[in-house]
């Protein structure tokens, strides 16, 4: 992978990456609104605030800096030689990385030492989940390893399950029914139903599979779109968002007394002819954010009592596919293919306003994590943002809103090496 130009210098107005060599996956595509006969005006500055539902065409060119009662800063980069950094996840002051190599990589916070290691022999984490005392990775080759994380002394992780199990699948492919207890193309996003105790993995093979943890049993293949799915979300109350590159996102419900199709559809949404990259919850499950290729994240407020989700707008800003999302807070963190993060935040008055952009990867940033404070105690003058790039750089940022402290210098310590 080539690398990128210097983020000193603002990226031009072009929908392609530069350097010698591009990937698809990464490119801006062109939606709608992004017609050339829109008449548009692509060297025009970005809006800082949110706009309406039928938003203006979209102007390329970096917006000027931001916030002036908010500051961001490098607090910890690290490279190792594991290759891209693909996943990212957090959870109990405890960061996991997972990379190209067979190895998720634990990072202890405040200081964000590395404390343990998960090594299997299959290769390259795709994606990864955390819930309670459980780690859920999946790996390239289209299997989940599960590990329980244990507080004795030392942090220490202990290797549980393969999902599908060996001996499951076996049965099953001698009955002819293999293809529904495994996936049968590269997993894209885990997500946990912590009340039903159901893990969720979404698959390029365009399906939705369903998997009891108790007993780490698929119960359920659900065939979610009509092209690869790139990214899923469950909400408190058990409603399930997929992504897809149909440029759709939809929204399924779980009925107890279905049968084999437990889950149904209940309404589709679309991203303006965009293929959606990812998907995130505030944390009240009040907002549904979607980041797509055009570079807009699009949102959807559910109303409290009918449940019903209406379009709100979209956030501008990346000049490349947006290929992350995370929230904390009022806080939203997106992570794009121009090589930055941007930090979002939603006034009370339901406005969105861009308070920082995260500048120093050299490549696409592939995974983010979110959360409050300086480690992982509650705090509400800003957040803690980790991002991990093809660049093989992960990077952790404090973002502080210095409304009611002093401001920050900002600065960036390497202070590992490898």
């Not at 065409?57 to 910890?76: E, F, M």
């Not at 990385?97 to 964000?112: D, I, Q």
Request: proline share 5%; net charge positive.
């Amino acid at each position: 992978m080539a690398s990128l130009d210097s983020t000193n210098s603002p990226p031009g107005p072009s929908f392609a990456i530069r350097g010698p060599q591009t990937n698809n996956l990464f490119l801006r595509s062109i939606s709608a609104k992004d017609h050339p006969n829109s008449g548009s005006d692509f060297n025009s500055f970005s809006p800082l605030h949110h706009s309406s539902s039928q938003p203006s065409t979209p102007r390329l060119a970096p917006s000027p800096l931001l916030n002036p009662t908010t500051t961001a800063r490098c607090v910890a980069s690290v490279l190792k030689k594991d290759g891209q950094i693909l996943s990212v996840a957090a959870s109990n002051g405890l960061v996991y990385t997972g990379s190209e190599t067979n190895v998720v990589r634990v990072w202890k916070l405040p200081e964000f030492t590395e404390c343990d290691q998960l090594k299997t022999k299959a290769g390259t984490v795709v994606a990864l989940e955390v819930s309670n005392d459980k780690v859920y990775a999946a790996y390239a080759d289209f299997k989940i390893r599960v590990w329980r994380r244990t507080w004795e002394g030392v942090t220490k992780h202990v290797r549980l399950a393969t999902i599908p199990r060996a001996g499951s699948y076996v049965r099953s492919y001698i009955a002819g029914k293999d293809k529904m207890m495994r996936h049968m193309g590269p997993i894209s996003s885990l997500a946990i139903n912590v009340s039903d105790e159901i893990l969720y993995s979404a698959s390029f093979d365009k399906t939705v599979k369903v998997w009891r943890i108790s007993d780490h049993k698929c119960i359920e293949t659900i065939q979610a779109h009509s092209e690869p799915i790139n990214a899923i979300v469950v909400a408190d109350d058990g409603v399930l968002y997929t992504a897809s590159d149909d440029a759709t996102v939809r929204v399924w419900r779980r009925n107890f007394c279905s049968g084999d199709r437990a889950h149904s559809l209940t309404v589709t949404l679309p991203a303006k002819y965009s293929p959606v990259k990812a998907l995130t919850l505030s944390c009240d499950g009040g907002v549904l954010y979607g980041g797509c290729t055009d570079g807009y994240i699009h949102y959807w407020h559910r109303g409290w009592f009918s449940g019903q989700l209406q379009h709100g707008g979209e956030l501008q800003g990346h000049t490349h596919a947006v290929m992350c999302l995370a929230s904390v807070g009022n806080y939203v963190v997106s992570g794009s293919a121009d090589s930055t993060s941007r930090v979002w935040v939603r006034e009370p008055d339901g406005q969105y306003s861009c308070v920082a952009v995260l500048q120093g990867h050299r490549g696409p940033i592939r995974c983010v994590a979110a959360f409050h404070g300086s480690a992982a105690e509650e705090s509400e003058d800003g957040c803690t943002v980790c991002t991990g790039s093809i660049d093989g750089v992960l990077k952790v940022w404090r973002v502080v809103n210095n409304a009611a402290r002093c401001p920050a210098q900002k600065s960036c310590e390497y202070f590992e090496l490898n």
